[in-house]
């Protein structure tokens, strides 16, 4: 390494770059393409480029030495750092320089453009069967005839006129009764849950009742506001899984809470406070200003009311996650989760008080936690065979979940099974030279012409694609997801890789597109020239990142061949994609790449967020909480490890299919079918 | 008031005077009977005479001005108290000067001498039946083949073993059980509440689980640590009730929590302190070095074996206390509670997670709270009905409970009728002119000569009476509760006082014991003279206090008579007097001073705390529960406010009834009946 240039490694986005010593580490996030906002144009003046610093390391010597390797604090950073967060290690971005090797953290609220995840809920038939229920009801004030208690005296009329009988109360609603009984002039409203337990009481005619589905993925997390009386849903709220900054996959973070004493707690706290501001952000979204911040320029709506929620309106709160998320929100320890045999703790559906866990909305609520599957097949595929239901269906389906991991449910009434196979998170863009989250300057869709081999590409923030715009237009900062997908597929059908994912040289020597790297000897495709990008340089696709998008989407073919194998079939009815990828997969280039065994893409559907759907249908049905029980149970898992023919079918699921009947430029662009 | 004097107020003895302007706090504690512990000598070296200002006033403008009306703040006070304790008014006793008129708080911890309450745990017969039960089982460890969850693992055992179907566990436990697991090499000790919830797991065979059966007076708190395998009492703990820096009896904590907007939280955060240190006293109490300070000079006893508990051994709690503490410790408002027609806000039992009030015992535990009966008459009343049953008995039981308040029951098996009286805290010997705590220095004891008038008595802490002893020997300091009893009975008996409670003039006059006082003209008798007391001047019974004594115990008097007037009886076959109070009562000085309504002693017996060994029962035997919540809703309830009678009765009451037949001096001294 040169001596005047120091090693950066920026989290979660893992950009990782020399740059030269004596630069902010705003100016060396713009190189490294970590993207750090500054508003103020780096002026010191809005605070918004807060950054931590979590190590300082000597990559030769591998001495650590946090403090030295940044520029000295300096008294103007206080402004906008307590004391405390200082002690964390907490900078400005744009006065804090770097002096050596730093390991960076870029918080959400840092980073320049917020993540775009696509997980609006869709239309989804729900009987109405909600967990809490509202009761109104009027008694009559105490008098020295019947001093009865105030608990007594709504008990007698709540058993008289709706038959519930035996209601216990929670503490806390039993502290709201006296006053509301009061203020509400003897009428009161009772909130009863399960019709077993009182858990909150309102003065007169309460008007709120809402409920929040909250899918826990391992990146990012998304939760429906649900009036749960009238199941519709006022706002879908989406935030990156807090959890980033102790490692992007569930192992890594299970490896960081082995490794520290406090880890489980740190990484539990994380997440709750997640949620909680993910509460806060539903509830500020109904009042007036909010929503109409939201939708910039639109004309007032006098019919819209805004229902002005606060945190003791939200009475019911399902959650649906994989076993680790799972394992960390309750405090468990996740560990030997992650050792065969895998064992959780706990499979089986849980009722817990939001106050146990430390979840701020109505004092006397549950929170609902969907069942677990097995150890690596979480709640989250749980909520996907409850909005699907696969298990009412004849017809075979296949439903791939594809996040951080992927998970897998084949069958139908007759038989279901499932497994998880480590994709790893390639398909979602991390992990290779130039991915990086669905965020303004993503490649998003890329197609290459094979005659000329020149590629065409959109960014999201950007309508125009690149040929319809002049370079400096593009402003690409790298490829996320759906650019991941499109990738492969495209690369093949130009005739740049062959079938087993290697470039063909031949047919590229002297193409501009192609090089090997002077110093790392790497072959790349350039897919964005440096005067098309933000972060002044190519945007490449190299040899090792094919071999990474192979790998990820060998591993969720294999798993497929095996189940099908194991239900003695050859194809699937139907197949259903689901997860936020599953918003924006091209069917036919998934057939192309060969992403799971079939050939129809018209039997190939997407069904979005199908995890947080069925978080939805738990929250509104409680019907369905039995159904989540049962066929958490029902379902065989299929342990991918153990199968001996794994291997050979992971191998040969390297390869890419070459289904050339889908190459036709005349297949539509592709529709979001969610909607 | 003389212009070099100042009033002070010293809470909670309420004892009251001028005192001269520059003397310390503890100078004045001291003139007026208050007395500070001054370990060091006013050395300012120990810390231990910490007060807290809580007003300074005007007596005469009535102004406020807490902080001018003591000398300024020195530094070395910050040796003993914290920077948020001197905002609270808190200061050293021996540093801090009078420089007007204040009212000040002595906490317990500075208070010289511990109060004696005797609460010891007298024998019952109970049936053992806990609530919470723990379950030695072995599972297998997960293999591939049977990878189910640790939950299932354990609930698979506990069903097929012992017929634990259905069962619940606590968040808290789950969270124990994946270590306890795998530390107890599978073999784990799981503690099952009520046969439905898991509420602790611990590796291997754990051997500790323990309850405790908590009895919450007005004044005094009592807590029985009971070993729930053998019911065995191990230990009695007892402690202030820490809410009476707020006032002595229920309404005036009602009333200070109704000025004060966070006065609820107070009181119940007080409380619920207070309670946490009974607990911690209870686990210190079970350690070697603890047991042996407990028992100075005993002999080393190798047999004994010290369970050396833990707060997580602690697995159950039962609390049972009249109405307003059962709402404050429940943070229930109890404002209603003092306001005709008196509607508590909840009647039956409640069993609450301790962790929603703040109790830190086993993270997962129960506290279960008995029911009430009537605003009035609290749960403490249900556990000496629980111990007495007089609900299984042909005879005609009354039963007295007195403590701040006066709680009666009478009946049988046929028809039970329960009332409050106010007796106020004379009977407890507050509110008298030399009235105190039962602490060492207090007159216990009196026997007054009839013809010579002469007083003899005994204080606590001194075996001998005064007339074997020197007059400086005896160190008196006031009377307290059991002396009150004596005095009035004593006085009647000698001749010094009518039927109707005035001093007999003629026959006192010239005697050196009796006066009318110089300046405030009120006729009073001497007990104790100065030389033989610690405040340095004469401790005295007025006229005011005979009357005070009297009200109290025509209260008593009357509502017995009412009562039994209802149940158409003109005597019970059998009293019963419980409460710290029924441990020393003397029946014969109660009969003739006209307590209650009876004729023979022999039917008089005293049984202790009553209402804590209720709690104890409620504790070891879940049967006892159920009744508890039968026999609070089925006992009849008479309010005396409302008996046109009760004016008569009570006026009638005030008259001592003279039974001569037990004015023998041959009688015995006071036998401790409940051991």
Known sequence: MNADGAMIIFQPSRRRGEVPRGITLVAASRILGADIEALCGEKRGCGKCIVQILDGFDSTSGIESKMTHASPWQEKESRFISPSDRKEGFRLGCVAKVMG???????????????????????IKIDHNPAVRPYHIQVESPSSENPTSDLERICQVLALRYGLKDLRIDLMALRQLPNALRRGNWTVT??????????????????????????????????????????????????????????????????????????????????????????????????????????PGSPPD??????????EDIEDVTIGCNTAMHHILLGLDPRHVGLAPFPPVVHRSLDIKARDIGLRISPGAYVYILPIEAGFVGADNVGVLLSEEPYNSDKVQLIIDIGTNGELVLGNSKRLISCSCATGPALEGSHLTHGMRAAPGAIERIEIDP???????????????????????????????????DVLAELYRAGIITDSGAFQLEALDGHPRFRKHPETHVSEFILAFAEETRIGKNIVITQ???????????????????????????????????????????????????????????QVVCIGNAAGDGCRVALLNIQKRKEAD?????????????EPDFQQAFIDAMRLPGRMEFFSRNIPHPIDLTH
């Not at 918003?583 to 129809?600: E, Q, S």
């Open 544 to 602: 090792k990142d094919i071999r990474q998008i192979q790998l990820a989407k060998a591993a969720l073919y294999a798993g497929c061949k095996l189940m099908m194998k194991r239900l003695g079939i050859e194809k699937a009815d139907v197949v259903k994609i689901a997860g936020a990828f599953g918003t924006y997969v091209d069917r036919h280039k998934a057939l192309i790449m060969g992403l799971f065994p079939h050939d129809d893409p018209d």
């Open 190 to 295: 009772v909130s009863v849950w399960m019709g077993r337990e009182i858990i909150r009481v309102q003065p007169g005619k309460g008007a709120n009742r809402y409920g929040l589905a909250i899918d826990i993925g391992t990146t990012s997390i998304a939760g429906y506001l649900c009036d749960l009386s009238t199941m519709a849903v006022i706002d879908t709220i989406t935030m990156t899984n807090p959890q980033i900054r102790y490692g992007e996959d569930v192992m890594s973070r299970i490896a960081y809470l082995t490794m520290h004493e406090d880890g489980l707690q740190k990484l539990s706290d994380e997440l709750i406070s997640g949620l909680n501001r993910l509460v806060g952000e539903a509830i500020e979204g109904t009042y007036p200003e909010e929503n109409q911040r939201n939708e």
């Open 451 to 485: 005659v000329t081999k020149e590629v065409d590409y959109k960014v999201i923030g950007r309508d125009a694609w690149r040929k319809y715009s002049a370079p400096d237009e593009m402003e690409a900062r790298g490829i996320c997801g759906s650019g991941v997908l």
């Open 302 to 311: 006098e019919k819209k009311t805004f229902p002005c929620l606060t945190r």
């Open 101 to 123: 090797d730093l390991i960076v953290f870029v918080p959400e609220s840092s980073l320049a453009g917020k993540p775009i995840i696509r997980k609006t809920a869709r239309f």
């Open 630 to 642: 049962w066929v958490a149970r029902h379902v065989e898992h299929l342990d991918l490890a153990l």
